[in-house]
């Protein structure tokens, strides 16, 4: 069956402009992830969704970051005003009620 | 969540040897799942071994848990040109919170040399 697909699968923006990643989860997984992994760096989490509970939060790095997940299913990650460090893969995972997590592509976002 | 930390960080081996990767951690975990992530296909699951089983075969792969030694350690057989990759394992604490995300340590850079 079709799989995690993100779009676009590479951005390229200048510093002070705002970003829109999109994920499209596997239909009927509950649990919706966005991790970023820049250069050299291991996984970083960024936000959790599980069903119709409030998201987590906690991993957002600042509050130009936000995300929302529409209708249990496909989830938006807005960056505002990109900076550099924003520079990185911004993966999403989606999962069953397990801990299994099935990865997208990924959108490699590039910051000039 | 908790990070496990891989070794070695670099392996090389020629097609059709074996390849073993070993991962350590700190605290009590209810599994334990090795990813791998190459450029061509993004972060793959491979295998997820819970903390009452000892080890747990799929395929070519193979992976042991030690929970006395907080240890996992992952055996790629008759290996190939396409388990070129990074490796990853994720333990998932006991403690682990509500969101139960991976955290993945600096891999091992595993090369086939075909």
């Known amino acids: 069956g079709a799989g995690v697909s993100q779009s676009p699968s590479n951005k390229v923006t200048e510093k002070g402009k705002d970003v829109e990643l999109r994920c499209d989860p596997i239909?009927?997984?509950?649990?919706l992830y966005w991790y970023r992994q820049s250069l050299g760096q291991g996984l970083e989490f960024l936000i959790y969704?599980?069903?119709?509970?409030?998201?987590?939060k906690s991993g957002l790095p600042s509050d130009r970051f936000s995300a929302e997940r529409t209708g249990g299913s496909v989830s938006t990650l807005t960056i505002q005003r990109t900076q550099q460090e924003d520079s990185a893969v911004y993966l999403c995972?989606?999962?069953?009620?397990?801990?299994?997590?099935?990865f997208g592509p990924g959108t490699r976002l590039t910051v000039l | 969540s908790q990070q496990g930390e891989e070794d070695p960080q670099a392996l090389s081996i020629q097609e059709g040897e074996n390849a073993t990767m070993n991962c350590s951690y700190k605290?009590?975990?209810?599994?334990l799942q090795w990813y791998r992530q190459n450029s061509g296909r993004g972060l793959v699951h491979l295998i997820l071994?819970?903390?009452?089983?000892r080890e747990k075969h799929s395929g070519r792969l193979r992976v042991t848990l030690d929970t006395s030694k907080k240890s996992s350690s992952l055996l790629i057989t008759a290996s190939r040109a396409a388990d070129t990759a990074s490796y990853f394992c994720a333990p998932m604490p006991i403690s682990s919170g509500s969101a139960r995300q991976l955290t993945f340590g600096s891999g091992t850079q595993l090369t086939v040399l075909p």
């Open positions: 995972a989606s999962s069953p009620r397990t801990d299994t997590q099935y």
């Open positions: 071994i819970r903390s009452n089983e």
């Open positions: 239909s009927g997984h509950t649990a």
């Open positions: 605290t009590s975990i209810n599994n």
């Open positions: 969704f599980q069903g119709n509970s409030a998201p987590d």
